[in-house]
């Protein structure tokens, strides 16, 4: 007989523990820690991996414990015959899976909140059209992807740099699936300028 599983036990991921270190430096500049008991819970943070451990460092800061276990750390998206879109002010989390067919996936990061400095996107689609429209000057990695009879589409038209304070990784597998990127400026679009919320 298995009882049921425990989410403090749950593996941490590089993102994450970087996530964590943000809440850490946020909470340093409130006046919640001095320096040093920054520096002891950074350490402590960085070595953790288990939710539960992690948890424990924000015992005494009950908002920023909160952000961290309410907070959606996996946002997994399913197309199927179907069309997902998110725009406007959402909550990018440290992963996203992306796993369908004969469907599209837009997602626009400008005005997004990033839970991490760090996306994570695993891809395993067919025939399926996915977008994202990026911050200019964010770094994307695709060399993770593999294509099989598909493509990626760099339709931006400023470069990129290593050391982008916001990076995308995207790894996986598409067939006959087309990834296009694109670099978004300040201006609204046509869904943010009716108020709209993000779909899905």
């Known amino acids: 007989m298995t009882g049921q599983f425990d989410p403090a036990r749950m593996r941490l991921s590089d993102a994450e523990r970087e996530q964590a270190v943000q809440r850490l430096n946020t909470a340093l500049g409130e006046g919640r820690l001095d320096l040093d008991e920054f520096t002891r819970r950074t350490d402590r943070a960085l070595a953790c991996r288990t939710r539960g451990e992690l948890d424990a460092l924000f015992a005494d800061l009950p908002s920023l414990a909160v952000s961290l276990t309410a907070g959606e750390s996996v946002l997994e998206l399913r197309p199927k015959?179907?069309?997902?879109?998110?725009?406007g002010n959402w909550v990018v989390p440290p992963s996203i899976t992306i796993t369908g067919k004969l469907g599209s996936v837009v997602l626009d990061f400008l005005h997004a909140q990033w839970a991490a400095s760090t996306v994570e996107i695993d891809v395993s689609t067919k025939y399926t059209k996915i977008e994202f429209s990026v911050p200019q000057g964010t770094w994307?990695?695709?060399?993770?992807?593999?294509?099989?009879?598909?493509?990626v589409r760099d339709r931006r038209t400023g470069g990129e740099v290593p050391s982008a304070p916001r990076r995308i990784v995207v790894r996986g597998r598409m067939q006959y699936a087309h990834l296009t990127l694109r670099a978004r400026s300040g201006k609204p679009t046509w869904w943010e300028k009716l108020g709209l919320p993000p779909l899905f």
């Open 81 to 87: 015959n179907s069309a997902l879109q998110r725009h």
């Open 140 to 151: 994307v990695d695709c060399n993770g992807l593999e294509l099989v009879d598909g493509s």
